[in-house]
Protein backbone atom coordinates (compact mmCIF):
# COMPACT_ATOMS: atom_id res chain seq x y z
CA UNK A 1 0.00 0.00 0.00
CA UNK A 2 0.57 3.82 -0.40
CA UNK A 3 1.60 4.18 3.59
CA UNK A 4 1.61 1.94 6.81
CA UNK A 5 -1.63 0.34 7.56
CA UNK A 6 -2.59 -0.90 11.03
CA UNK A 7 -4.97 -2.87 11.97
CA UNK A 8 -7.99 -2.62 13.82
CA UNK A 9 -8.28 1.02 14.00
CA UNK A 10 -9.61 0.66 17.58
CA UNK A 11 -10.46 -2.16 20.04
CA UNK A 12 -12.24 -2.51 23.26
CA UNK A 13 -11.61 -5.45 24.98
CA UNK A 14 -12.08 -6.47 28.69
CA UNK A 15 -10.02 -6.69 31.36
CA UNK A 16 -7.77 -10.39 31.10
CA UNK A 17 -8.44 -10.64 26.99
CA UNK A 18 -5.37 -11.29 24.50
CA UNK A 19 -5.32 -8.84 21.65
CA UNK A 20 -3.39 -8.38 18.41
CA UNK A 21 -2.61 -5.54 16.34
CA UNK A 22 -1.46 -5.55 13.04
CA UNK A 23 1.19 -3.39 11.48
CA UNK A 24 1.43 -3.48 7.49
CA UNK A 25 4.71 -1.44 6.67
CA UNK A 26 5.37 0.66 3.88
CA UNK A 27 6.69 -1.91 0.64
CA UNK A 28 10.56 -2.52 0.76
CA UNK A 29 10.59 -0.59 4.44
CA UNK A 30 13.15 -3.17 6.35
CA UNK A 31 13.12 -1.45 9.74
CA UNK A 32 9.72 -1.42 11.54
CA UNK A 33 9.26 0.23 14.81
CA UNK A 34 6.41 -0.23 17.79
CA UNK A 35 5.24 2.82 20.32
CA UNK A 36 2.74 3.01 23.19
CA UNK A 37 1.19 6.52 23.43
CA UNK A 38 -0.72 7.03 26.37
CA UNK A 39 -3.30 10.38 26.53
CA UNK A 40 -1.44 13.51 26.36
CA UNK A 41 1.77 11.82 26.72
CA UNK A 42 4.92 11.45 24.13
CA UNK A 43 5.68 8.30 22.45
CA UNK A 44 7.59 5.39 24.15
CA UNK A 45 9.51 2.72 22.80
CA UNK A 46 8.13 -0.72 22.53
CA UNK A 47 10.13 -2.56 20.14
CA UNK A 48 12.06 -2.52 17.17
CA UNK A 49 12.14 -4.99 14.04
CA UNK A 50 15.19 -4.76 11.27
CA UNK A 51 13.97 -7.03 8.68
CA UNK A 52 12.56 -10.04 10.86
CA UNK A 53 14.89 -9.88 14.18
CA UNK A 54 14.38 -7.89 16.95
CA UNK A 55 17.73 -6.30 18.30
CA UNK A 56 16.11 -4.43 21.20
CA UNK A 57 13.08 -5.38 22.91
CA UNK A 58 14.05 -3.35 25.94
CA UNK A 59 10.97 -1.49 25.54
CA UNK A 60 8.51 -4.14 25.94
CA UNK A 61 6.77 -3.30 29.34
CA UNK A 62 5.87 -6.84 30.93
CA UNK A 63 6.06 -10.47 29.86
CA UNK A 64 2.97 -9.94 28.81
CA UNK A 65 3.53 -8.04 25.76
CA UNK A 66 5.54 -9.71 22.24
CA UNK A 67 6.22 -8.84 18.89
CA UNK A 68 6.76 -10.98 15.92
CA UNK A 69 7.46 -9.92 11.69
CA UNK A 70 7.20 -12.67 9.67
CA UNK A 71 8.86 -12.30 5.96
CA UNK A 72 10.09 -8.62 6.70
CA UNK A 73 6.75 -7.35 6.62
CA UNK A 74 4.08 -7.44 8.90
CA UNK A 75 4.51 -7.46 12.04
CA UNK A 76 2.12 -8.29 15.29
CA UNK A 77 1.77 -6.82 19.02
CA UNK A 78 0.48 -9.31 21.14
CA UNK A 79 -0.84 -8.33 24.71
CA UNK A 80 -2.07 -11.24 27.07
CA UNK A 81 -3.81 -10.52 29.77
CA UNK A 82 -4.75 -6.89 29.33
CA UNK A 83 -4.70 -4.65 32.00
CA UNK A 84 -6.66 -1.07 32.89
CA UNK A 85 -3.17 0.63 32.13
CA UNK A 86 -2.31 -1.35 28.60
CA UNK A 87 -5.08 1.37 27.25
CA UNK A 88 -3.32 3.56 24.88
CA UNK A 89 -2.57 4.22 21.15
CA UNK A 90 -0.48 1.51 19.44
CA UNK A 91 1.50 3.64 16.88
CA UNK A 92 4.06 1.32 14.19
CA UNK A 93 6.55 3.12 12.33
CA UNK A 94 8.52 1.71 8.94
CA UNK A 95 11.80 2.98 7.15
CA UNK A 96 14.12 1.59 4.63
CA UNK A 97 16.35 1.47 7.59
CA UNK A 98 17.12 4.75 8.10
CA UNK A 99 15.64 7.62 8.42
CA UNK A 100 12.74 9.00 7.86
CA UNK A 101 10.14 7.19 10.07
CA UNK A 102 6.51 6.73 8.18
CA UNK A 103 3.85 6.34 10.75
CA UNK A 104 0.36 4.70 10.61
CA UNK A 105 -2.44 5.83 12.14
CA UNK A 106 -2.45 4.11 14.91
CA UNK A 107 -4.35 1.10 17.26
CA UNK A 108 -6.49 2.81 20.07
CA UNK A 109 -7.00 -0.12 22.33
CA UNK A 110 -9.42 0.39 25.16
CA UNK A 111 -9.67 -1.95 28.08
CA UNK A 112 -12.70 -2.09 30.30
CA UNK B 1 19.94 5.56 27.68
CA UNK B 2 19.80 8.66 25.68
CA UNK B 3 17.77 11.25 27.54
CA UNK B 4 16.11 13.86 25.17
CA UNK B 5 14.66 17.07 26.35
CA UNK B 6 11.99 19.58 24.62
CA UNK B 7 11.16 23.06 25.39
CA UNK B 8 8.94 24.88 26.23
CA UNK B 9 6.24 22.28 26.92
CA UNK B 10 3.56 24.17 25.79
CA UNK B 11 3.17 27.32 23.74
CA UNK B 12 0.41 29.48 22.43
CA UNK B 13 1.01 31.66 19.66
CA UNK B 14 -1.09 34.35 17.90
CA UNK B 15 -1.87 33.61 14.04
CA UNK B 16 0.95 35.34 11.98
CA UNK B 17 3.66 35.21 14.84
CA UNK B 18 7.39 32.97 15.03
CA UNK B 19 8.42 30.94 17.33
CA UNK B 20 11.23 28.56 17.94
CA UNK B 21 11.32 25.22 19.30
CA UNK B 22 14.05 23.66 20.86
CA UNK B 23 15.78 20.23 21.12
CA UNK B 24 18.09 19.04 23.72
CA UNK B 25 19.62 15.71 23.86
CA UNK B 26 22.22 13.42 26.40
CA UNK B 27 24.80 11.74 24.11
CA UNK B 28 25.62 11.74 20.35
CA UNK B 29 23.27 10.22 18.31
CA UNK B 30 23.58 8.97 14.40
CA UNK B 31 20.45 11.30 13.84
CA UNK B 32 17.46 13.22 14.49
CA UNK B 33 13.61 14.22 12.94
CA UNK B 34 11.20 16.34 13.58
CA UNK B 35 7.62 15.30 14.09
CA UNK B 36 4.14 17.74 14.00
CA UNK B 37 1.28 15.83 15.15
CA UNK B 38 -1.70 16.90 14.28
CA UNK B 39 -5.36 17.34 16.76
CA UNK B 40 -5.99 13.82 15.14
CA UNK B 41 -3.23 12.35 15.89
CA UNK B 42 -1.35 11.33 12.72
CA UNK B 43 2.41 12.02 12.78
CA UNK B 44 4.22 13.27 9.90
CA UNK B 45 7.83 13.72 9.58
CA UNK B 46 8.88 17.29 9.13
CA UNK B 47 12.65 16.93 8.74
CA UNK B 48 15.15 14.57 8.81
CA UNK B 49 18.35 16.58 9.91
CA UNK B 50 21.08 15.24 11.42
CA UNK B 51 22.88 18.23 11.38
CA UNK B 52 23.25 21.51 9.61
CA UNK B 53 20.11 23.61 8.19
CA UNK B 54 17.32 22.67 6.56
CA UNK B 55 14.00 24.70 5.18
CA UNK B 56 10.74 23.57 4.26
CA UNK B 57 8.28 26.95 3.55
CA UNK B 58 7.78 28.44 6.81
CA UNK B 59 9.55 26.00 8.91
CA UNK B 60 13.25 25.63 8.99
CA UNK B 61 15.47 23.16 11.43
CA UNK B 62 19.06 23.17 12.87
CA UNK B 63 21.06 20.60 14.35
CA UNK B 64 24.08 21.27 16.47
CA UNK B 65 25.03 17.89 16.94
CA UNK B 66 28.75 18.82 18.58
CA UNK B 67 26.41 20.96 20.93
CA UNK B 68 23.90 18.06 21.27
CA UNK B 69 20.74 20.53 20.37
CA UNK B 70 18.33 21.16 17.22
CA UNK B 71 16.15 24.29 16.78
CA UNK B 72 12.62 24.41 15.28
CA UNK B 73 11.66 27.66 13.47
CA UNK B 74 8.17 28.50 12.51
CA UNK B 75 7.24 31.87 10.84
CA UNK B 76 4.04 33.45 10.09
CA UNK B 77 2.51 30.73 12.35
CA UNK B 78 -1.35 29.31 10.70
CA UNK B 79 -3.61 27.78 12.60
CA UNK B 80 -3.22 24.21 11.00
CA UNK B 81 0.28 24.35 12.42
CA UNK B 82 -1.64 23.74 15.88
CA UNK B 83 -0.37 20.18 17.17
CA UNK B 84 2.46 18.43 18.85
CA UNK B 85 5.98 19.14 17.74
CA UNK B 86 8.33 15.81 18.81
CA UNK B 87 11.95 15.73 18.15
CA UNK B 88 12.87 12.24 17.72
CA UNK B 89 17.18 10.78 17.79
CA UNK B 90 18.47 7.77 16.44
CA UNK B 91 21.23 6.70 18.83
CA UNK B 92 24.72 5.83 18.13
CA UNK B 93 25.31 2.18 20.18
CA UNK B 94 21.12 0.96 18.70
CA UNK B 95 19.24 1.51 15.89
CA UNK B 96 16.30 2.30 18.04
CA UNK B 97 14.55 5.80 17.79
CA UNK B 98 14.17 8.03 21.19
CA UNK B 99 11.30 10.65 21.21
CA UNK B 100 11.56 13.81 23.17
CA UNK B 101 7.94 14.21 25.34
CA UNK B 102 6.83 17.02 22.96
CA UNK B 103 5.83 20.67 22.36
CA UNK B 104 1.78 21.43 22.49
CA UNK B 105 1.63 24.31 20.14
CA UNK B 106 -1.62 26.34 20.16
CA UNK B 107 -2.09 28.75 17.33
CA UNK B 108 -5.03 30.94 17.96
CA UNK B 109 -6.74 33.54 15.08
Known amino acids: GAGVSQSPSNKVTEKGKDVELRCDPISGHTALYWYRQSLGQGLEFLIY????????KSGLPSDRFSAERTGGSVSTLTIQRTQQEDSAVYLC??????????FGNGTRLTVT | GIQVEQSPPDLILQEGANSTLRCNFSDSVNNLQWFHQNPWGQLINLFYIPSGTKQNGRLSATTVATERYSLLYISSSQTTDSGVYFC???????????FGPGTSLSVIP
Open chain 1, 93 to 102: ASSFGRPPLH
Open chain 2, 88 to 98: AVEETSYDKVI
Open chain 1, 49 to 56: FQGNSAPD
